[in-house]
């Protein structure tokens, strides 16, 4: 009987360690971390008064018009219409230049197959175009670059909501858009 109450009792403590020390992990490994500040992160009186004045004068250039910054540009808006895509033949590369797109629909992807005798061929890249999000391209990237001397077409494909590129689900417009050659 006494080594069944002394059994029972270490079995206790053993499973009240085992509470305290798993306790005592998950508020280690869990809890915000905080560390002390560094000394570059503490302010003194000269590094204050310094960071003040500075403020103030860049607040001053501001106000007078002297500024270093570049003037923020508006993206530019997706203009949408009967559709077309002014690209020009280029050199051979991995990336297709646009120099501009009337869209036929607000939301799909721009394209670029293989065309061959007026046959579409594979698809080398495709790029999200959006009016909703300001998505506007300039440029598609492909998966293999073109082939000098080669001819390309410029397609579009609509937008199933799911802002991937899916060839099953983004159905091609039954269109050729633009074509150019690879340089």
């Known amino acids: 009987m006494a080594d069944e109450k002394q059994d029972s009792q270490k079995t206790l403590v053993s499973f009240v360690v085992g509470l305290l020390i ?7 490994f869990s809890g915000p971390s905080a560390t002390a500040p560094t000394n570059e992160e503490v302010n003194d009186d000269a ?6 004045k500075e403020t103030d004068e860049e607040a001053s250039d501001t106000e007078n018009g ?5 003037p923020v540009e508006e993206a530019p808006a997706l203009e949408i219409g009967e559709g077309s895509i002014d690209v020009k033949d280029q050199p051979a590369s991995s990336k297709v230049a646009l120099d501009g797109a009337v869209y036929p629909v607000n939301e799909g992807w721009v394209g670029v197959r293989e065309y061959n005798d007026g046959n579409l061929g594979w698809i080398l890249g495709a790029v999200r175009f959006s009016e909703s999000a300001s998505i506007v391209p300039t440029a598609v990237t492909l998966q293999r670059p073109t082939t000098a001397g080669k001819e390309y ?3 579009i494909f609509t937008e199933d909501g ?6 099953a689900t983004d159905v091609q417009i039954d269109k050729v858009f633009g074509t150019f050659t690879a340089q």
């Open 66 to 70: 002297n500024t270093d910054e570049q």
């Open 47 to 52: 590094t204050t008064e310094e960071t003040i």
């Open 22 to 28: 798993g306790g005592m992990l998950v508020w280690a």
């Open 162 to 167: 799911d802002a991937g590129f899916n060839l």
């Open 153 to 155: 077409a410029i397609v």
